[in-house]
């Protein structure tokens, strides 16, 4: 079992939908949690961490749930500019060790 | 701004061929990684070093040697390269208390024939 999995997707989507990806971990002790995007042939670049409280920066939400070992994030009104790999990255307990997962591809469509 | 820059950002190398992926940031960071990434696989971890000085294996860190040659700088070596280590090779850097998100570098597209 991977310590990290996501559909990979691709979920396709028209422009102003509202889609969300979800990510489950297996290591219960697990500490904090990221989303990064990725473009196509580019580096990973930080979306948003996830708080145990659920965040929010502008249309995108990111929820933990540390009972189920799962995360989220809700992408509200897609824009073409969204269209990229969403990857699920949780961290040890001292911050070093990052285990990503496989990524979930997500196309908007015009 | 420079961030974390890799060198070179493209290499065919020979099955057998030695060569060192170079890694330089910017941001006063401790930590340092290097990540493969191959299709369908995600991003794995090969070795890291959490400060000036120490390295530590990661998930996949057969094949490989590392250097953190200071603060700035974190190198990646194949002594001697196989086929199977064709792959987008990223540096990553973090530093700060609490939460630490990763910088990451272009990347490095190394092709082993």
């Known amino acids: 079992r991977k310590e990290v999995e996501q559909d990979p997707g691709p979920f396709n989507v028209p422009e102003g939908a509202t889609v969300a990806f979800n990510c489950t971990y297996s290591?219960?002790?697990?500490?904090?949690f990221f989303w990064y995007r990725q473009d196509c042939r580019k580096e990973p670049k930080l979306l948003m961490s996830?708080?145990?409280s659920g965040n929010e920066d502008g249309r995108f939400t990111a929820q933990l749930n540390r009972a189920s070992q799962y995360i989220s994030l809700l992408i509200r009104d897609s824009k073409l500019s969204d269209s990229a790999t969403y990857l699920c990255?949780?961290?040890?307990?001292?911050?070093?060790?990052?285990?990503f997962g496989g990524g979930t591809r997500l196309m908007v469509k015009p | 701004n420079a961030g974390v820059t890799q060198t070179p950002k493209f290499q065919v190398l020979k099955t057998g061929q030695s060569m060192t992926l170079q890694c330089a940031q910017d941001m006063n960071h401790n930590s340092m990684y290097w990540y493969r990434q191959d299709p369908g696989m995600g991003l794995r971890l090969i070795y890291y070093s959490a400060s000036e000085g120490t390295t530590d294996k990661g998930e996949v860190p057969n094949g490989y040697n590392v250097s953190r040659l200071n603060k700035r700088e974190f190198s990646l070596r194949l002594e001697s390269a196989a086929p199977s280590q064709t792959s987008v090779y990223f540096c990553?850097?973090?530093?700060?208390?609490?939460?630490?998100?990763?910088?990451f570098g272009d990347g490095t597209r190394l092709s082993i024939l």
């Open positions: 990553a850097s973090s530093g700060g208390q609490g939460i630490k998100p990763q910088h």
């Open positions: 996830v708080y145990s």
């Open positions: 290591n219960s002790a697990s500490q904090s």
């Open positions: 990255v949780v961290s040890d307990n001292a911050g070093n060790m990052l285990t």
